[in-house]
């Protein structure tokens, strides 16, 4: 990512668009700002807001950098006349004398605009929909081996479903009869 683009500009657009205005912000988690250079137009946007204005572009990107101290930096370097060259490459932006290191400073490159998320970080991915399950009837352990097992039954008493080592392989729980089934080896372990 390489542009040039007219510092006074930029320290405007981003006093607009940043969100860390605050100093609890400032102090804690900082928003990035997200900065898109494509078809000699900058972009710079957070979650609230955005601006886009002319600049010279040379190789695209989009860069998300933390506000604040992107922000504090600019500030303090100081050029002669109003253009400032951005290069950003695989460890670190460079701006005037600045060499500002990508890795220890959270920031993230994006070298084509077409794959880089709105914001940063983008947010988790949406979780799988599981199927709603029903609470147990019971839990049971069997006293010589300690094995828990569930059974699940409708309100008539008819099995729904089984698991757990003791009812996996021998017995069918279909054919379960409770007034025989229960016997020195069956203990309850909790019931609902």
Not at 5 to 18: E, G, M, T, W
Not at 109 to 114: C, G, R, S, T, V
Not at 181 to 189: A, L, P, Q, T
Request: glycine share 4%; charged share 30%.
């Amino acid at each position: 990512m390489f542009f040039v683009v007219d510092k006074p500009r930029l320290q405007r657009i981003i006093a607009i668009v940043r969100e860390d205005r605050t100093p609890d912000i400032q102090a804690g988690d900082i928003p990035y700002l997200r900065i898109e250079a494509f078809d000699d137009k900058l972009t710079v946007s957070s979650k609230e807001a955005s601006a886009t204005f002319p600049c010279t572009v040379y190789e695209t990107g989009v860069l998300f950098i933390k506000t604040t101290n992107f922000r504090r930096v600019l500030k303090a370097t100081k050029i002669e006349g109003d253009f400032l060259s951005f290069q950003v490459t695989e460890k670190e932006l460079i701006f005037a004398d600045v060499r500002y290191p990508i890795e220890g400073l959270n920031i993230v490159l994006y070298p084509n605009p077409d794959t880089a998320p709105d914001h940063w970080p983008p947010p988790p991915p949406e979780a799988e929909q599981l199927p709603k399950v029903e609470k147990l009837k019971g839990l049971y352990r069997h006293k010589t081996t300690g094995h828990i097992f569930a059974i699940e039954t409708d309100d008539t008493g008819k099995v729904l479903s089984t698991s757990g080592p003791l009812l996996v392989k021998d017995l069918n729980p279909e054919e379960l009869d409770y007034d025989n089934y229960w016997d020195e080896d069956i203990n309850i372990v909790r019931s609902t």
